[in-house]
């Protein structure tokens, strides 16, 4: 059974930092590029990253681009999101999703979601 | 990116057909076939539903169809059903992402 599981949402302050995790189990982990999608409570849903299999190719979304950092450890079956300089529009429930393949953006598996929060 | 245009609502009763549009450039949905559409209920992860514009996942019943014309994408509800009841969106490669719809608000009468 895959399993995605987010951990290490909460409240911080503006300009601070947060450290996504993702564990992942029920699929060979490193075949698949891994995403984090984000929804603001009540709104919609917005990419914001993707990692290949390898991790040797990583992308953002403008609006966290040079921010956020998305890394994965094959060995642990790991996902990370790397989050500074936080803003107030960057509270969200943070999902981790698995792609359909290599790099397809379509996301057959998700997580539960961890919730961010950047206020003072 | 902006995101795609759908409709903020569509309703239907049991048994009738329904159908969600989604809008977008040339630049995402009118210029690839990579379109699908996910389904969400309230206080869960959204659901694949749909991708590569018509094909279901495994286990995604055959009531949930879709289709494409130019720049619009469509999902289409057979047979309405009351746990079809959900918020929708659609999404589309574009030439660097990949970039959602506002979602639609399906609501069984």
């Known amino acids: 059974e895959v399993q995605l599981v987010e951990s290490g949402g909460g409240l911080v302050q503006p300009g601070g930092s947060l450290r996504l995790s993702c564990a992942v189990s029920g699929f060979t982990f490193s075949s698949f590029a891994m995403s984090w999608v984000r929804q603001v409570p009540g709104k919609g849903l917005e990419w914001v990253s993707s990692?290949?299999?390898?991790?040797?190719?990583?992308y953002f979304a403008d609006s966290v681009k040079g921010r956020f950092t998305i890394s994965r450890d094959n060995s642990k079956n790991m996902l990370y999101l790397q989050m500074n300089s936080l803003r107030a529009e960057d509270t969200a429930v943070y999902y981790c999703a698995k792609d359909l393949g290599l790099l397809l953006y379509y996301f057959d598996f998700w997580g539960q979601g961890t919730l961010v929060t950047v206020s003072s | 990116q902006s995101a795609l245009t759908q409709p903020a609502s569509v309703s239907g009763s049991p048994g009738q057909s329904i159908t969600i549009s989604c809008t977008g450039p040339?630049?995402?949905?009118?210029?690839?076939?990579?379109v699908s559409w996910y389904q969400q209920h309230p206080g869960k992860a959204p659901k694949l539903m749909i991708y590569?514009?018509?094909n279901r996942p495994s286990g995604v019943s055959n009531r949930f169809s879709g289709s494409k014309s130019g720049n619009t994408a469509s999902l289409t509800i057979s047979g309405l059903q009351a746990e079809d009841e959900a918020e929708y969106y659609c999404s589309s490669y574009t030439s660097t992402s990949v970039v959602f719809g506002g979602g639609t608000k399906l609501t069984v009468l």
């Open positions: 990692i290949r299999g390898s991790g040797d190719h990583t």
């Open positions: 040339s630049s995402d949905v009118g210029g690839y076939n990579y």
């Open positions: 590569d514009v018509t």
